[in-house]
């Protein structure tokens, strides 16, 4: 299509190609000025998914002005196809920066750029816009530094009273940068961006992304991304702080709620661990990387533009570089000991507090003054009791993960009713699951409460007696009673059992 004009444009070179469309810049017939266009594929045009998501893509980008954000000057149906029109910015893009410029970059710039992309997926956020496929490929970087982010082509708007062109349970995205929750296809929102930022900034500062896109299959790495933490960076990378390592391990976190919740505490935490230099068109190029840059007179990049891009040496910049990151590291490490040692001290006082209300060792001289220590006779038994009602409670619910936890780690005995006595028992889950397989379909135990006999032996276990009525109803659900079943059941000091057998 060069050299064909759409509205004021004409076209005068190809940018780059994608599976949805073709990228070319265009100059303006009468003020000259350069746009990119994206024109979406002949062979798609008629898809009426594919024109929707590129509509999407356009209507998205219509509600967006931020400087960190390509932006939308216009979209346009013709004859000749769609296109959209957007703001021509010159550059490369990440992953072409990493490849061919920076290498693994140092952590001041990596902070720099990702305190940008940050901004920029704040402001969207915001506007109630989730990106979902975040990638190197999807941001650009400028020669002056600045960072620039791409294709909004999928992305999903939050706010139900607007259109969104997906639904739950489909997978939209790169697959390396997918969140947890977009490989199992389940609701996502902002923290899903998050997650894939965390994942970009990974490849920033090591230089390549952590799954092995080259020899893993698809199914491999979704397997990876739910259930395998990302491998440690300094294993691949060897200058990256812990500092940063931490960072990458709370942006990536598998469970949501326990990644940065939004742009502005990721950027807080970035900011709180090095203070970034200030922009200026020679910032990034003589500091990227863990090897030295080259220093030819002029720097050719190749996308999106093809065009040359000027290059300036400064020979100071390392040299300042270096004694700015060796002040931050000293103020960092006096407000690290300084809030620790006030964490420290909260800490003791808040555990000794808590000795002398509960005395949890049962210290004997405590017991005095422990108001809520569960060693004295009275608060024992009431525990016990509690306890015990929550047991069966949570039997009768049919569940495992209800009474797991009510189970010490090694059982010395078990009673089962199906298999009598096993010691110990191999699995209680599987036979647990099995007797209401096969056995009872639902339980009732009432318990008498005068029968309860107490005591505790030598190793601070709490060893009781106990009558109740059992009562359960079979596969044709016909309920039937056994009276009078008394057992002995035994918890250790911290009130899970080790056994259960008749009395």
Same mark, same amino acid.
């Given at each position: 299509?060069?050299?064909?004009?759409?509205?004021?444009?004409?076209?005068?070179?190809?940018?780059?190609?994608?599976?949805?469309?073709?990228?070319?810049?265009?100059?303006?017939?009468?003020?000259?000025?350069?746009?990119?266009?994206?024109?979406?594929?002949?062979?798609?045009?008629?898809?009426?998914?594919?024109?929707?998501?590129?509509?999407?893509?356009?209507?998205?980008?219509?509600?967006?002005?931020?400087?960190?954000?390509?932006?939308?000057?216009?979209? =346009?149906? %013709?004859?000749? @196809?769609?296109?959209? /029109?957007?703001?021509?910015?010159?550059? $490369?893009? !990440? #992953?072409?920066?990493?490849?061919?410029?920076?290498?693994?970059?140092?952590?001041?710039?990596?902070?720099?750029?990702?305190?940008?992309?940050?901004?920029?997926?704040?402001?969207?956020?915001?506007?109630?816009?989730?990106?979902?496929?975040?990638?190197?490929?999807?941001? =650009?970087? %400028?020669?002056? @530094?600045?960072?620039? /982010?791409?294709?909004?082509?999928?992305? $999903?708007? !939050? #706010?139900?009273?607007?259109?969104?062109?997906?639904?739950?349970?489909?997978?939209?995205?790169?697959?390396?940068?997918?969140?947890?929750?977009?490989?199992?296809?389940?609701?996502?929102?902002?923290?899903?961006?998050?997650?894939?930022?965390?994942?970009?900034?990974?490849?920033?500062? %090591?230089?390549?992304?952590?799954?092995?896109?080259?020899?893993?299959?698809?199914?491999?790495?979704?397997?990876?991304?739910?259930?395998?933490?990302?491998?440690?960076?300094?294993?691949?990378?060897?200058?990256?702080?812990?500092?940063?390592?931490?960072?990458?391990?709370?942006?990536?976190?598998?469970?949501?709620?326990?990644?940065?919740?939004?742009?502005?505490?990721?950027?807080?935490?970035?900011?709180?661990?090095?203070?970034?230099?200030?922009?200026?068109?020679?910032?990034?190029?003589?500091?990227?990387?863990?090897?030295?840059?080259?220093?030819?007179?002029?720097?050719?990049?190749?996308?999106?533009?093809?065009?040359?891009?000027?290059?300036?040496?400064?020979?100071?910049?390392?040299?300042?570089?270096?004694?700015?990151?060796?002040?931050?590291?000293?103020?960092?490490?006096?407000?690290?000991?300084?809030?620790?040692?006030?964490?420290?001290?909260?800490?003791?006082?808040?555990?000794?507090?808590?000795?002398?209300?509960?005395?949890?060792?049962?210290?004997?001289?405590?017991?005095?003054?422990?108001?809520?220590?569960?060693?004295?006779?009275?608060?024992?038994?009431?525990?016990?009791?509690?306890?015990?009602?929550?047991?069966?409670?949570?039997?009768?619910?049919?569940?495992?993960?209800?009474?797991?936890?009510?189970?010490?780690?090694?059982?010395?005995?078990?009673?089962?009713?199906?298999?009598?006595?096993?010691?110990?028992?191999?699995?209680?889950?599987?036979?647990?699951?099995?007797?209401?397989?096969?056995?009872?379909?639902?339980?009732?135990?009432?318990?008498?409460?005068?029968?309860?006999?107490?005591?505790?032996?030598?190793?601070?276990?709490?060893?009781?007696?106990?009558?109740?009525?059992?009562?359960?109803?079979?596969?044709?659900?016909?309920?039937?009673?056994?009276?009078?079943?008394?057992?002995?059941?035994?918890?250790?000091?911290?009130?899970?059992?080790?056994?259960?057998?008749?009395?």
């Amino acid at each position: 299509m060069i050299g064909e004009q759409i509205a004021n444009y004409k076209l005068i070179a190809k940018l780059g190609e994608g599976g949805m469309g073709t990228v070319y810049v265009g100059s303006h017939i009468q003020l000259g000025r350069k746009a990119a266009i994206k024109v979406l594929h002949p062979n798609l045009v008629n898809n009426p998914q594919i024109r929707e998501r590129f509509k999407n893509e356009a209507a998205t980008l219509a509600n967006i002005r931020h400087q960190n954000i390509v932006g939308l000057y216009d979209y =346009l149906e %013709t004859t000749k @196809g769609l296109f959209l /029109i957007m703001e021509y910015v010159q550059g $490369k893009s !990440l #992953d072409e920066f990493i490849a061919q410029v920076s290498g693994p970059i140092e952590e001041d710039v990596a902070i720099h750029l990702m305190c940008q992309i940050l901004d920029g997926f704040d402001y969207a956020h915001k506007q109630g816009i989730v990106h979902r496929d975040i990638k190197p490929s999807n941001l =650009l970087i %400028t020669p002056e @530094g600045e960072a620039k /982010i791409l294709d909004f082509g999928i992305a $999903k708007i !939050l #706010d139900n009273s607007r259109k969104s062109l997906t639904q739950d349970g489909s997978r939209m995205g790169t697959v390396l940068y997918m969140s947890p929750e977009q490989v199992r296809g389940v609701a996502i929102d902002t923290r899903s961006d998050i997650y894939s930022l965390g994942v970009t900034l990974f490849q920033m500062v %090591t230089g390549r992304c952590p799954y092995d896109e080259n020899n893993a299959t698809e199914y491999a790495v979704y397997q990876e991304i739910v259930n395998v933490p990302l491998p440690r960076a300094n294993t691949i990378y060897p200058n990256i702080s812990a500092k940063m390592q931490q960072i990458i391990d709370i942006a990536t976190a598998k469970n949501p709620n326990e990644r940065f919740q939004n742009c502005a505490e990721f950027k807080a935490a970035l900011l709180g661990q090095t203070q970034v230099k200030q922009t200026n068109p020679t910032f990034i190029q003589n500091n990227v990387g863990g090897r030295p840059m080259p220093k030819p007179e002029k720097l050719a990049t190749t996308a999106p533009t093809g065009n040359v891009v000027s290059y300036r040496d400064d020979t100071n910049v390392e040299e300042e570089n270096q004694s700015h990151k060796s002040t931050n590291y000293r103020l960092l490490w006096g407000r690290v000991n300084y809030w620790f040692s006030i964490l420290l001290l909260f800490s003791l006082i808040g555990a000794t507090i808590y000795v002398l209300l509960f005395n949890p060792f049962q210290i004997e001289i405590l017991d005095k003054i422990a108001i809520f220590a569960p060693s004295k006779p009275q608060n024992r038994e009431a525990a016990i009791k509690e306890k015990l009602k929550s047991f069966f409670n949570a039997i009768e619910s049919h569940n495992f993960e209800n009474i797991k936890d009510f189970y010490a780690e090694n059982i010395e005995e078990y009673f089962d009713f199906e298999k009598k006595n096993l010691k110990p028992i191999p699995d209680i889950k599987s036979s647990a699951e099995a007797y209401w397989r096969t056995y009872a379909i639902a339980e009732k135990h009432e318990i008498d409460w005068k029968s309860f006999s107490y005591q505790v032996d030598e190793n601070n276990n709490h060893i009781i007696e106990i009558t109740f009525d059992y009562k359960f109803q079979n596969k044709a659900k016909k309920w039937n009673n056994i009276n009078k079943v008394r057992n002995k059941i035994k918890f250790n000091k911290n009130l899970q059992i080790f056994s259960i057998a008749k009395a």
